[in-house]
């Protein structure tokens, strides 16, 4: 089995103490992980953590079974064809029927936002921007129904030639 | 009615609906205001000497009743004391709920006396773990920590409690406010198996030729091994055990064949090696367990209430999660008779062990004792439903691999964590459970030294436990790996200024005795076995004794 980046997404109670939990588990199994991010959700007691971590497919199943027995763990799933980000990005899908598709990417547009995915009854717009304007933006699209957020954290990258370890 | 009380009142009236009738602990200024509600209350404290004996005891308890117990320590030194026995309970799955006490919340952080971070120091080693800061949520926290240790794989949860949190007022009106388990979103252990799964485990054993079930610890709960002996009955399955499965079936049980692993019985290991359908109940393939199975083409069946279990280790075949007993009873609701006579009959033929090796076999000299014999011997005199502990190290495998229990004997050991001076903690802890059972804890001059304070407790409490002390002034387990794997250079092996035992025990107010010679050994046991009191059994065992073979 060949080792590789998967990304896992994972819903746990929002409060003291369940990061540690989660990367000290991550640590005492010796699972290595890439990257981690946590998040509110649209529901203020569960936060969304997202955790890009190295393995084959018997690391996988057991970062998920593991994780399982958490009792802060709320739910878990494994998101397949992970992209790797390098600024705070936001995932947030929207209730929309086909007669709001035009307000919503005019929204997007002057936002600087982008379409990403669209079904008969919702629309997933992506942000990636600064804390503020990732809450304004979503204060901007609650009046459509807001069904689902992904928040990834900060992650960054020095620009330009220099970089941190350099 | 609701009433208006104390956290720490409330945390006893939660105690007592959960019908514990027994707290070890050691007490200290943080959880003081526990302690003097404890004192109005019926549930007995009984005050060991060292708090990760507190916890040891509890895991006894445990263990026997079937039911979470309840041991507690102050905040500080008192809660990281108690971290050995919460960590061996966890690797046991043994559920008890740890209470310690933690210094006030707007200290906590700061460093102050008897400060430790104990809910994170002992994260790795616990189920689940509360630091309780909201004083009104104490009873539903406390329902929660029941509920946890106690369904599900069972294992240790740790209520961390600061001291002004136990004297805040809060609303509580017992029974009616303690009866609703409260939601916790993130905890739905299953219960019963996959019907789907439960078919291809019916298939399987239908089809097998040499089908074997290998018992594990986890048929102890909710006595599921009376489940596991009616199916390997029924379809003449042979069993083998894990050291924590040890007592699941009779010793004598035509079908039994002892305990496998590094340890284990030759002919338990060849029926692994050899059978062609592996039923792991209730048993997580532990690295001492079962060796190298992995190399070759074996159809596994592994039912474990604890999905990360299966897979793990041994990839399963047909694997099956749910609690044991639900799982095994929907096998035997459709379960078929079947014989598997030439199986069983080359397992019967080949059950001798081979002639032991001239280069292990035990040179007895003078003066000690054969210690597979004497635990033979024991074996003869002592009560069916006796209750034997050992310890660990060479008296636990001599223990393990001699003892042949009947119907309602039980055997308890750490077979997980291997935790040294766990048998006589334990011992009370089960004795105090059931006073009637005779309970003997068996342990080596190195492992009875790291509990003898223990003995005050018993004779401070009444407990009669009996302790059998295997002495052979070694370090035996790690000598005998020095032996074969370091060419013999012996090192920090060696127990000399070890007092003598029965001398301690005497100071105490314990009666004891020496054996030293296997002529008396039936001599010894009767009067140990006859004891009212507390009674401690010191066998001279030989330096080049071993375990292995």
Not at chain 1, 107 to 119: H, M, P, R, T, Y
Not at chain 2, 350 to 356: G, I, K, R, T, Y
Request: with cysteine; proline share 4%; net charge negative.
């Amino acid at each position: 089995m060949t080792s590789r980046f998967h990304t896992i997404s994972v819903l746990v109670e929002n409060h003291a103490g369940v990061l540690s939990r989660i990367s000290g588990l991550f640590a005492r199994r010796g699972f290595n992980i890439h990257s981690l991010a946590v998040g509110v959700t649209e529901n203020e007691a569960i936060s969304r953590i997202t955790i890009v971590a190295e393995g084959d497919n018997y690391i996988l199943e057991q970062i998920e079974k593991q994780l399982h027995k958490l009792i802060d763990v709320i739910k878990i799933r494994s998101v397949k064809g992970a992209e790797l980000l390098s600024r705070e990005l936001m995932l947030i899908k929207v209730s929309c029927s086909p007669d709001k598709r035009a307000e919503l990417v005019a929204i997007a547009e002057i936002n600087g936002a982008k379409i990403s995915d669209v079904s008969q009854t919702t629309m997933t717009l992506e942000l990636s921007a600064n804390e503020m304007r990732l809450s304004a933006f979503e204060e901007l699209l609650k009046p459509y129904g807001i069904k689902e957020i992904a928040r990834t954290g900060v992650i960054a990258l020095q620009k330009g030639a220099n970089s941190l370890n350099s | 009615m609701t009433e208006k009380m104390t956290a720490a009142k409330a945390l006893v009236k939660c105690l007592e609906l959960e019908n514990v009738s027994t707290v070890f602990g050691y007490p200290g200024a943080a959880i003081c205001p526990f302690y003097d509600e404890l004192t109005h209350s019926q549930t007995e404290h009984i005050l060991v000497r060292h708090e990760a004996n507190a916890g040891h005891a509890a895991s006894g308890m445990a263990r026997i009743t079937g039911r979470a117990a309840v041991c507690c320590a102050t905040s500080g030194p008192g809660a990281v004391n108690l971290i050995t026995a919460i960590a061996t309970a966890y690797m046991d799955s043994i559920p008890i709920v740890a209470i310690t006490g933690q210094v006030c919340t707007d200290q906590i952080g700061k460093d102050v006396f008897q400060e430790a971070d104990i809910t994170g120091a002992a994260e790795p080693f616990v189920k689940h773990s509360y630091l309780i800061k909201d004083a009104q949520s104490l009873p539903e926290t406390v329902k929660k920590a029941f509920h946890i240790a106690s369904t599900g794989r069972p294992g240790p949860v740790l209520l961390d409690i600061p001291f002004d949190v136990l004297l805040e007022e809060i609303r509580f009106s017992g029974a009616a406010d303690y009866a609703k388990l409260p939601e916790i979103r993130g905890y739905k252990p299953n219960t019963a198996g996959n019907k789907l799964q439960i078919k291809r485990v019916i298939e399987a054993i239908q089809e097998a030729e040499k089908p074997l079930i290998c018992a594990g610890g986890g048929l102890f709960n909710r006595y599921a091994f009376t489940l596991m002996r009616e199916i390997a009955e029924r379809a003449d399955i042979p069993v083998v055990n894990t050291m924590m499965g040890i007592s699941s079936i009779p010793g004598e049980h035509p079908l039994s064949y002892g305990m496998i692993g590094m340890h284990g019985k030759p002919i338990a290991n060849r029926a692994i090696n050899e059978c062609d359908l592996l039923i792991l109940l209730g048993a997580r393939v532990n690295d001492r367990a079962v060796l190298a199975l992995n190399q070759r083409e074996l159809k596994v069946i592994h039912v474990d209430i604890d999905p990360a279990e299966i897979g793990k280790n041994l990839p399963a075949t047909i694997p099956v999660v749910g609690d044991i007993y639900t799982v095994l009873e929907q096998i035997t609701e459709l379960l078929p008779e079947k014989k598997h006579t030439e199986w069983n009959k080359y397992l019967r033929d080949n059950a001798e062990s081979p002639p032991v090796n001239p280069q292990y076999q035990p040179q007895i000299s003078e003066k000690t004792i054969n210690p597979k014999n004497f635990i033979k011997i024991l074996n003869r005199l002592m009560p069916d439903d006796t209750v034997i502990v050992s310890d660990v190290g060479q008296n636990q495998i001599w223990t393990a691999n001699n003892i042949s229990l009947g119907e309602s004997g039980r055997f308890m050991t750490t077979g997980g964590m291997g935790t040294m001076g766990y048998s006589v903690p334990a011992a009370i802890g089960v004795k105090k459970a059931e006073p009637l059972r005779e309970v003997i804890a068996i342990c080596g001059d190195g492992s009875f030294q790291m509990q003898m304070m223990e003995l005050a407790t018993a004779v401070q409490h009444n407990i009669n436990v009996k302790i059998i002390i295997m002495v052979n002034n070694r370090l035996g387990m790690v000598r005998e790996l020095q032996t074969n794997r370091y060419s013999d250079n012996l090192t920090a092996v060696f127990l000399d200024g070890s007092p003598d035992f029965i001398k301690l025990a005497a100071a105490y107010g314990i009666n004891g005795d020496y054996l030293t010679d296997e002529k008396n050994a039936d001599k010894a046991l009767i009067t140990l076995l006859a004891s009212k009191k507390p009674y401690v059994l010191q066998v001279s065992v030989d330096e080049r004794a071993v375990s292995l073979i």
